[in-house]
């Protein structure tokens, strides 16, 4: 059975874009596959975060994750932290990680724009995530179109370091829905601008929106000139976006959309928009609300805690012994 390894990292509330161009299909994955996903508590801290924020994001998202369908009888579910592989692997895949590779990183140079302290974390930031995913052997990394050029770094680390000590590590392959199908889902108040859990509120419908809020977002939401609803990522991106949006949430296809609000005006489409992401998101927020007994998604955590590092906790050892480290006996 192939492997997949996925993780989210809790820095703001999870959005649409998360749903639909990850856990989307960490939830169909979880089927076919071993699956494995986190809550990479590590990787936030890279920028600012308020201890307590931290903390109740940390476990919403493993909240959100079984409330969007993932079930832990099936996957894995675990916070990035409590397996300490992470980061002890992060710090020797980091010795075989060039600077020149990781200042090329566009995430880091977005997020590091106009700041005066910038982090040393954030610029390792692609190496605790290579860790990450190499730690399991997955084979296949489920992610929105932004981690791309970091799945890269992860392929291209793993095979330098096979080169050099023979076949330890996996090289995983990204599975990456292309942006009609939710690899790149844009911002409602700026479609040229992914929509990303630090923007404006207003750009972005996070999963737990009541559907007032929902319906408020989508109906301020920027639109293209002209009045045709049809699927133009170039001409019509505004548009285009919430086109995609709607066929997700739906199930609907995008020429089908186009068929029958062609010519109704965006205003009769946005509006039907708005009580298709309502119903999409209902669920979720139900069984999310069901989530929130105390113990219970902590003895989720605890379960995932105890698969995760036995496997992570051997292909930490086995690296080690191939450096020549003196691994003590268990
Ligand atoms: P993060 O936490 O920013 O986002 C979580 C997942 O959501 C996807 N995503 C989007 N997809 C479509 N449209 C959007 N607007 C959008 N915004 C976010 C992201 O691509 C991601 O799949 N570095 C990762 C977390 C990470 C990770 C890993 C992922 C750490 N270690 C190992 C995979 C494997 C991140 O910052 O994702």
């Known amino acids: 059975m192939e492997r997949v390894f ?47 924020d931290l903390h109740r994001r940390t ?22 932290s409590h397996v300490s592989a992470h980061a002890e692997l992060g710090w020797l895949l980091g010795c075989f990680t060039y600077f020149g590779e990781l200042r090329r990183m566009t995430q880091f140079k977005e997020k590091s724009e106009g700041q005066v302290n910038v982090s040393s974390g954030l610029f390792t930031y692609p190496v605790l995530m290579a860790a990450d995913i190499l730690l399991y052997n997955a084979d296949k990394v489920p992610v929105g179109e932004d981690q791309k050029q970091h799945l ?16 330890i590590f996996k090289v995983p392959e990204p599975y990456i829905p292309p942006k009609s199908a939710g690899g790149r889902i844009m911002s409602l108040d700026d479609p040229l601008r992914k929509m990303g859990k630090s923007e404006d509120p207003k750009g972005t419908i996070a999963l737990l929106d009541p559907p007032d809020v929902i319906a408020k977002k989508i109906r301020s939401a920027v639109t293209d000139s002209g009045r045709e609803v049809y699927y133009d990522e170039e001409n019509k991106p505004a548009i285009s ?13 995008l020429e089908s959309i186009a068929d029958r609000y062609g010519s109704t005006g965006y205003g009769v489409f946005k509006k039907d928009l708005a009580d298709v992401v309502i119903s999409a998101l209902e669920p979720i927020q139900k069984r999310y609300q069901e989530l929130t007994e105390p113990g219970r998604i902590e003895a989720v955590l605890e379960e995932g805690r105890r698969k995760a590092a036995a496997i992570a906790d051997e292909t930490l050892r086995t690296f080690q012994e191939k450096l020549g480290i003196v691994v003590p006996k268990a």
């Open 6 to 52: 996925s993780g989210i990292k809790p820095s703001g509330e999870l959005h649409l874009g998360n749903y639909l161009g990850a856990i989307r299909n960490f939830v169909d994955l979880q089927n076919t596959a071993e699956c494995i996903f986190s809550v990479v508590d590590l990787h936030a801290l890279t920028v600012p975060q308020e201890p307590d």
């Open 59 to 80: 476990l919403d998202i493993a909240r959100l994750y079984v409330a969007c369908g993932i079930d832990p009888a099936k996957a894995t579910i675990f916070v990035q």
């Open 152 to 167: 890269e770094l992860t392929r291209d680390i793993a095979q330098r370091i096979n080169n050099r000590f023979g076949e």
């Open 241 to 253: 976006n919430l086109m995609v949006i709607y066929s997700l949430c739906s199930g609907e296809s």
